[in-house]
Structure formats: C-alpha cells, structure tokens
C-alpha cells in the first residue's frame, strides 16, 4: 500500500474547507426515522452529518473516522448545532481498532476507499457490536456519479446480495428487512443533478 488510510482521507479533506453538504445521508432519514433504540455506531463519520442528524433525533452516537481534520469540521459544527453531547467523536483505523459496543444500530454508508481495505471484516467486527433486535444499516454506491473522479469510476460496486452474501451471516441470528437498489435524485458539488443509484443492505440480529 502506498498511501496509509489516514494520510489519503487527510488529503482529501485537505482540498476544501468542507468536502461533505452537512445533510444526513438520503436513506438513513428514511429507514432510522422508523426504528427504535438509543445508541448508534456512525462508520466513517466523515464530517458528521449523519452523526448529528442521529444526535437531532434522540440518539447517542460514537462517531467514528481516520481522518482527524474531518473529525474536527464535525465536533465544530455538533457544537454550533447544539448537539456535541451527544455524539462521542473517535478517530479509528478501522482496520485496526473498533468501538466497544452493544449499540442499537450500526450505520455505515459508502464506506468505499479506494485503497486496501478488508472492508467484509471490518463489517463483521461492527455488526457483532449490535445488542439483539439491533440494526445493521449499510448503503454502497451502485455506481459511480457522473461528477466522480475517473478513479472512481472504474472501482467496482458489487450488487447488495453480493455484499450479503460475502458477509456470511448466519440467517438463523440475522433478518434480512431490506436488500436490493433504491433510486435518488442527487445534486453534485458544482450543482450537477442526476439520478443515482444505492444499495441499501438492511439487516436485524434476532
């Protein structure tokens, strides 16, 4: 590996002030607004949209990320919109270190990079940190949007039931509550509008 985890996204952030649009992630809004529980695991936090949002709507987060500048945009901006004691901000390499749990819900949302990475294991490890009736919410780009860089367009978007069944869970601990591709309209960061397409891998541990 030529670039380490933490120096690729600390580059990135690097580029701008601000990368990500502060809103919470299209689907989360969707899919947690119907479920119960009170302490959430945010998986590569980025600059905490999704952490806050959880936080607006009762609940606890650990928040998690490698790269430390995205971590402080987030603290910064929990702390302006009132909402910093609840979320735990950590700085993680997730191939590395993990959050204690149990928590009520594990979200990781585009968690692609394009180094190496055995993300399956890194889900796994994440998802045996879920309390029973907890839930496992992961959504992967089914392609790459039309403003992403060629590098991205030339990574590889495995379909949702490829990306459940590489996890290997046991169906008699685990419920599957939703699998497959689900359309959103979407808005690039120079204003381009397209429509684009997430796999939404929704899971409960029985």
């Known amino acids: 590996m030529?670039?380490?985890?933490?120096?690729?996204?600390?580059t990135l952030y690097a580029e701008k002030p601000r990368i990500w649009s502060g809103r919470p992630n299209a689907r989360l809004a969707e899919i947690v607004s119907g479920l119960t529980g009170s302490r959430a695991l945010d998986l590569g936090c980025g600059e905490g949209g999704d952490a806050m949002w959880l936080a607006e709507h009762g609940w606890q987060v650990v928040a998690v990320d490698v790269s430390t500048t995205a971590l402080a945009r987030a603290a910064e901006d929990a702390q302006t919109r009132g909402v910093l004691g609840r979320i735990d901000f950590q700085h993680h390499d997730l191939t590395?270190?993990?959050p204690d749990g149990p928590f009520d819900l594990v979200s990781a949302h585009f968690f692609h990079t394009p180094l190496e990475?055995?993300?399956?294991?890194?889900?796994?490890?994440?998802?045996a940190t879920l309390a029973p009736g907890g839930t496992l919410l992961i959504v992967d780009h089914g392609g790459a949007p039309p403003w992403a860089s060629e590098e991205m367009h030339h990574h590889e978007f495995p379909a949702a039931e490829e990306v459940l069944a590489g996890l290997g869970f046991d169906a008699t601990q685990w419920e599957t509550v939703r699998l497959g591709p689900a359309e959103r309209d979407a808005v690039g960061p120079?204003?381009?509008q397209a429509s684009i397409v997430d796999n939404v891998i929704q899971l409960r541990r029985r």
């Open 190 to 192: 120079d204003g381009q």
């Open 2 to 10: 030529d670039t380490d985890h933490h120096t690729h996204w600390e």
């Open 96 to 98: 590395k270190t993990l």
């Open 117 to 127: 990475m055995d993300r399956v294991a890194i889900l796994r490890r994440a998802a």
